[in-house]
């Protein structure tokens, strides 16, 4: 029986609002269709298959055997429907969300839209189990709608199909590989026998394996490929195709030896982009970078950008050598020289996983230590070469030696030029590298002294300059932080640090002098540039408050040119006007004054039964007033002012319109007060017809905009005031 690469069949969990997985844990691993000749259920509801060669009947899942028998229909059929062929499509573009999804939470983030997803994705995979197409079809055009702007979706996809086809064009070649050895024998057995009574089958095989090798289709050939084995084990022809098979297997194997370094690149697939990995110094350390990830991008000169400025760091080998740390260090320190806008670095401290190395920015690794893994493992990081990650930088072999070297013997200098007395400055003893807890011993200036330490500490510790924390505290207190690892470096002038690593020797402490240094100037350079920093900060604060109060005067002045001008502009209009404005507001008032009179004529009615052309004009303030006359208030003084004037447009006629402002001062003796009422009243004027048309009464209060919406459906062009800018 053979065994497929791992694939998970799409059931999707929704646990408290989240998708933790569209597979079932049941299904870890898929048996492949071609292993298996026969499949039954048994009588207690389990499923069972078996291979042609063997009478062993081997348990399966469910859904392995619902997906044998539809592809054992399928072959007889002579190939898939279109919407078995449609369905499988789907349930793999599902098992790909999946497996993309899991990725990206992996990787520390997940869609916004996580629980909308999940929830298609089951109703999604409940049609696909149903057979129902359409609704599958709908389904997958749901899910993909969610991803339409997910570039980092697009690269995964596009990676997953090159996958595939890189496996379908494998499966061919092996598939086509074993199509030519039965034509082989074909030929054989025929020239050999030719008045044999199998000779005739064998020439109808012939053609059926020429048609098919030319069509180069993975189900013909396999369909072929098995329909001619079981024909050789029903005519008892094994014997006869083996002994074939020697002679072939001798024909075309190279008759030259091969050196192990070509046998290598063969059996890990080797190509002119992927040779690097195995050709060179051993002691060359290479950096790989992710390109399909989305996190690493190139500008428009071609330079790389880290779009996650913490990018993540994997070793592609053993990390349980001597010298990982090390390598760590010159693998942070390399990370800076390429001048990427770095703020950390987060190394992994497991190898990178063969099945989740897409989670890494950076995949790094000595050329030594990865050919030293399996051949399985060293295969994955080629093929991913080949789809995902490029090369981003190296360290020469010898130089990695000579850098490894160098810091043993720049921490053993260090250390004797501090118990000799000879140092002036500042430096720092550590254990631990992975941590990054300093006791800052430095009474002066804690600030400068931290800022001058972060720039050096990238082949120091393990960690991103995020993570290292300072302490301020006294030397003995230190000491004692260190042995009870609340702190594991201390940071302290010379003359203190001498003291801290005698006394460490005393008490055989693990501890190490680290390879870097402060000196007093970088401390006094360090001050300088914050006072100036200062300064600069302080005068552009100071030039942008001057600029700001420049804007606003200028403003103003703007503003108050603008009312000048525009007053002016009106007085002109106003003076030009004045007369027929007035005799327009006279029209208007005239009507209103006449409405008042038979008001007040009215007595004891109190309007009732007064309606006229104010009623009909100026509905909203007859109603308003007279309610106010029942209410025992009496006018007790008015006015009417020209709001606007000009010309309108009526049945293509140029015709007066005019907007007054009335104001009515009432009393109310009962209740000792006295109001102020205002109202815009409107008119279109038709002199040709003496006749007022198209009026509006409005309160004075916020009725800005309907004025406007009455003069624009007017196609109202003012005489009276200034055009707004």
């Known amino acids: 029986?053979?065994?497929?690469?791992?694939?998970?069949?799409?059931?999707?969990v929704l646990i408290g609002g989240g998708l933790y997985g569209l597979l079932s844990s049941s299904l870890a691993q898929e048996f492949s269709l071609d292993g298996f000749r026969t499949c039954a259920k048994a009588d207690n509801g389990n499923h069972y298959c078996k291979t042609s060669a063997s009478a062993n009947w081997q348990r399966v899942p469910v859904e392995f055997y619902n997906r044998f028998k539809q592809a054992e229909a399928e072959a007889a059929a002579g190939g898939g429907s279109g919407q078995s062929k449609d369905m499988q499509e789907i349930a793999d573009f599902l098992n790909d969300i999946s497996q993309y999804l899991k990725d990206r939470v992996a990787a520390g983030g997940s869609p916004p839209n996580?629980?909308?997803?999940?929830?298609?994705?089951?109703?999604?995979?409940?049609?696909v189990d149903s057979q129902n197409l359409k609704a599958a079809k709908d389904g997958r055009r749901r899910l993909e709608a969610f991803f339409k702007d997910d570039a980092t979706f697009g690269v995964f996809m596009k990676s997953l199909a090159d996958e595939r086809q890189q496996a379908l064009d494998r499966r061919i070649s092996e598939?086509?590989?074993?199509?030519?050895?039965?034509?082989?024998?074909?030929?054989?057995?025929?020239?050999?026998?030719?008045?044999?009574?199998?000779?005739?089958?064998?020439?109808?095989?012939?053609?059926?394996?020429?048609?098919?090798?030319?069509?180069?289709?993975?189900?013909?050939?396999?369909?072929?490929?098995?329909?001619?084995?079981?024909?050789?084990?029903?005519?008892?022809?094994?014997?006869?195709?083996?002994?074939v098979m020697v002679a072939w297997t001798e024909k075309n194997t190279p008759k030259t030896s091969e050196d192990p370094q070509t046998a290598l690149a063969r059996q890990l697939g080797i190509t002119e982009r992927t040779r690097f990995l195995i050709d060179g110094d051993n002691e060359e350390l290479i950096f790989l970078y992710n390109t399909a990830s989305g996190r690493i991008v190139?500008?428009?000169?071609?330079?790389?950008?880290?779009?996650?400025?913490?990018?993540?760091?994997?070793?592609?080998?053993?990390?349980?050598?001597?010298?990982?740390?090390?390598?760590?260090?010159?693998?942070?320190?390399q990370i800076q020289r390429q001048e990427l806008d770095v703020q950390g670095v987060r190394i992994a401290q497991e190898a990178c996983p063969i099945d989740g190395m897409e989670r890494y920015d950076v995949i790094v690794f000595q050329r030594i230590g990865l050919l030293s893994q399996a051949q399985g493992y060293v295969s994955t990081v080629v093929r991913k070469v080949e789809t995902t990650f490029g090369r981003l930088a190296s360290i020469p072999g010898p130089e990695v030696v000579r850098a490894l070297q160098d810091e043993v013997l720049s921490s053993a200098t260090l250390e004797a030029q501090i118990l000799s007395g000879?140092?002036?400055?500042?430096?720092?003893?550590?254990?631990?590298?992975s941590q990054a807890r300093i006791c800052q011993t430095v009474p002066d200036d804690p600030e400068a002294h931290r800022i001058a330490v972060l720039g050096k500490t990238s082949?120091?510790?393990?960690?991103?300059?995020?993570?290292?924390?300072?302490?301020?505290?006294?030397?003995?207190?230190?000491?004692?932080?260190?042995q009870t690892r609340k702190c594991n470096a201390i940071y302290a002038a010379a003359t203190d640090l001498a003291e801290i690593v005698k006394a460490m020797k005393r008490e055989r402490l693990d501890y190490v002098v680290a390879p870097m240094w402060i000196d007093p100037l970088e401390?006094?350079?360090?001050?300088?540039?914050?006072?100036?920093?200062?300064?600069?900060?302080?005068?552009?604060?100071?030039?942008?408050?001057?600029?700001?109060?420049?804007?606003?005067?200028?403003?103003?002045?703007?503003?108050?040119?603008?009312?000048?001008?525009?007053?002016?502009?009106?007085?002109?209009?106003?003076?030009?006007?004045?007369?027929?404005?007035?005799?327009?507001?006279?029209?208007?008032?005239?009507?209103?004054?006449?409405?008042?009179?038979?008001?007040?004529?009215?007595?004891?009615?109190?309007?009732?039964?007064?309606?006229?052309?104010?009623?009909?004009?100026?509905?909203?303030?007859?109603?308003?007033?007279?309610?106010?006359?029942?209410?025992?208030?009496?006018?007790?003084?008015?006015?009417?002012s020209v709001e606007d004037f000009g010309d309108a447009d009526w049945n293509r006629r140029?015709?007066?319109?005019?907007?007054?402002?009335?104001?009515?001062?009432?009393?109310?003796?009962?209740?000792?007060?006295?109001d102020e009422v205002c109202f815009l009243m409107g008119a279109v004027v038709d002199a040709e017809f003496s006749y007022l048309r198209d009026a509006i009464t409005l309160p004075c209060k916020d009725s800005e905009s309907d004025v406007k919406r009455w003069q624009v459906g007017s196609k109202f062009s003012s005489r009276w005031k200034a055009p707004a800018n």
């Open 175 to 243: 598939a086509a590989l074993e199509a030519s050895k039965n034509v082989a024998f074909i030929e054989s057995y025929v020239a050999g026998n030719i008045l044999s009574p199998h000779t005739a089958d064998l020439t109808k095989f012939g053609e059926q394996f020429a048609k098919v090798l030319k069509e180069r289709s993975l189900n013909g050939l396999n369909r072929a490929n098995n329909e001619f084995s079981r024909y050789i084990d029903t005519k008892n022809l094994k014997d006869d195709y083996e002994s």
């Open 523 to 640: 401390i006094k350079a360090v001050l300088q540039a914050e006072a100036t920093e200062v300064a600069n900060a302080m005068a552009k604060e100071e030039e942008a408050r001057k600029t700001l109060q420049q804007e606003a005067t200028l403003l103003k002045q703007r503003i108050l040119d603008e009312a000048a001008k525009r007053e002016n502009i009106e007085r002109d209009l106003q003076s030009r006007n004045h007369s027929f404005a007035r005799a327009a507001q006279d029209r208007i008032a005239g009507v209103v004054d006449t409405f008042i009179a038979e008001v007040k004529a009215s007595g004891d009615k109190r309007g009732d039964g007064v309606f006229g052309g104010a009623a009909e004009l100026f509905p909203a303030f007859v109603r308003s007033y007279k309610q106010m006359i029942r209410d025992r208030w009496e006018l007790e003084a008015k006015s009417y």
């Open 298 to 333: 190139k500008s428009l000169k071609g330079d790389l950008v880290f779009k996650d400025r913490n990018p993540s760091i994997c070793f592609a080998q053993d990390r349980s050598v001597e010298r990982i740390k090390d390598l760590e260090r010159l693998t942070m320190a």
């Open 654 to 674: 140029k015709v007066e319109a005019v907007v007054i402002r009335a104001e009515f001062v009432l009393q109310n003796k009962p209740l000792g007060r006295r």
């Open 459 to 482: 082949t120091v510790f393990n960690v991103s300059t995020n993570d290292i924390t300072f302490t301020k505290t006294s030397l003995d207190d230190a000491f004692a932080d260190f």
């Open 1 to 12: 029986m053979r065994l497929s690469l791992p694939r998970r069949l799409a059931t999707a």
């Open 422 to 433: 000879k140092s002036s400055g500042f430096g720092l003893v550590l254990t631990n590298p």
């Open 114 to 127: 996580l629980a909308e997803i999940a929830k298609t994705a089951v109703s999604t995979k409940a049609a």
